[in-house]
Structures are given as C-alpha cells and as structure tokens.
C-alpha cells in the first residue's frame, strides 16, 4: 500500500524535511517517491478539487504556492491508516502532542 503526504511549504521554510522524513521513516515505512517542486496554482486547483466549494479554497491553493512543497510517496503495511494517526486532525489545536500537526504547525492553514 502506498499514500502520498507533501510538506507544505512553511514546513519547508522551517527546515523540518528532514525530521518529518525521520518521523515516517522511524515508523518502518519505506520513502518510495521524493519531489521538491514549486506547485503552481494549477496543478494545486486540480490536486484540491474536491476543496474547491469550501470557503477557505483559495487561500489553500495561495498558501500552497507561496514556497517549494516536498511531495511524498510512502509505502507499507496499513500505510494510510499510520499515516493518517501520525499526521494528526487537520486543526492542529485538535492533534495531540507526538502527532505532527501537534508538535510542528501553527495554523490551520500552515
């Protein structure tokens, strides 16, 4: 099984790729896929279509072009479900300590 995470672009600012990568990697998944782009808004419209009725779209695909996104594709046993609770919820108020929303962002929309 195989998931797709990005590093958003403050994550790349903050000079967290490595750690980030370490996270998933300490967790016995396999790192298969390694990008570093500048997403531009077009591909970021397509890549967030099902956003695009939501009232925060465009500041997403803004934010999300602003800065280089490290683009991922990890692979393992029940990879999407690790990644998922690794992650942590969307609002990083909500993640717990030891998820990454709950150890390293700082809004929302980063």
């Keep these: 099984e195989r998931t797709f995470v990005a590093i958003k672009p403050d994550g790349v600012q903050r000079r967290l ?10 967790k016995g998944l396999q790192l298969v896929g390694l990008k570093l782009l500048q997403a531009s808004e077009e591909l970021l419209k397509e890549h967030y279509i099902a956003l695009r009725d939501r009232p925060f779209y465009s500041r997403l695909v803004k934010y999300m072009s602003s800065g280089p996104v490290v683009a991922m594709v990890w692979q393992g046993l029940d990879v999407v479900k690790t990644v998922r609770m690794m992650i942590g919820e969307t609002d990083p108020a909500d993640s717990r300590p030891g998820t990454i929303r709950g150890d390293f962002c700082t809004e929302v929309s980063k």
């Design 17 to 26: 790729v490595g750690e980030l990568i370490g996270c998933f990697e300490r």
